[in-house]
């Protein structure tokens, strides 16, 4: 599976768009990019994926550059609840044997 | 409602004694995964399982055991064979949709030797 880079840390105020960004330079064709938030000593959580379409669904939007080397995760109206690490995952289709590799992930601080 | 649930939140062993970690999935999910999380580390994959009676080991198996008698259940044993034990315990499960594998995650257990 492709690495990713995400910065380590970002903050946004509350009620405003978070936009967060990943680079995936090294991907393939058939690898998709997920997106999962961690909120401290929870599991984690799903909250998006795409292979080259932009999606969308009640929680997020991601925005896959048309060369699919990098994406955008965006939390159109972020809320204090949505302060969390955020991992960009790059992963291919395994069958269901596939582990998912999480990285460091962006650190998000939303602020009132 | 579906989803994953895992009991304890919280486990307390003593060195040298066996546990089990319970995994419960209502979601009719064919695989089931567990991770290892280490504080401030990334997750490691211990064990999955693609299908009943079926399990294979992931990247830090030793000292773990598994079963899969049921489709929704994928209980977790961490044997006194594991030097480290301590640590966030997740499971997983999945089913293909949409061209691939989405994972789902439990709540996790925390597990503290004392």
């Known amino acids: 599976d492709a690495k990713t880079t995400q910065p380590p840390s970002m903050d946004c105020a509350e009620g405003r768009a978070a936009n967060l960004p990943c680079n995936h330079s090294t991907i393939s064709g058939n690898e998709y990019v997920y997106w999962y938030r961690q909120i401290h000593s929870q599991g984690p959580q799903y909250i998006i994926h795409?292979?080259?379409n932009n999606e969308t669904n009640e929680m997020a939007s991601l925005i896959i550059t048309e060369d699919r080397k990098s994406s955008t995760l965006i939390l159109p109206h972020a809320t204090l609840r949505d302060t969390a690490v955020y991992y960009c995952?790059?992963?291919?289709?395994?069958?269901?044997?596939?582990?998912?590799?999480f990285g460091q992930g962006t650190e998000l601080s939303v602020k009132p | 409602d579906g989803g994953i649930t895992q009991s304890p939140k919280y486990l307390f062993r003593k060195e040298g004694q066996n546990v089990t970690l319970s995994c419960e999935q209502n979601l009719n999910h064919d695989a089931m995964y567990w991770y290892r999380q280490d504080p401030g580390q990334g997750l490691r994959l211990i064990y999955y399982?693609?299908?009943?009676?079926?399990?294979q080991k992931g990247d830090i198996a030793e000292g773990y055991s598994v079963s899969r008698e049921k489709k929704e259940s994928f209980p977790l044993t961490v044997t006194s064979a594991q030097k480290n034990p301590t640590a966030f315990y997740l499971c997983?499960?999945?089913?293909?949709?949409?061209?691939?594998?989405?994972?789902?995650f439990g709540p996790g257990t925390r597990l503290t030797v004392l």
């Open positions: 995952i790059v992963r291919a289709f395994y069958n269901q044997g596939g582990k998912l590799i």
């Open positions: 399982s693609q299908i009943v009676n079926d399990f």
């Open positions: 997983a499960s999945s089913t293909p949709e949409r061209g691939t594998d989405t994972q789902y």
């Open positions: 795409g292979l080259k």
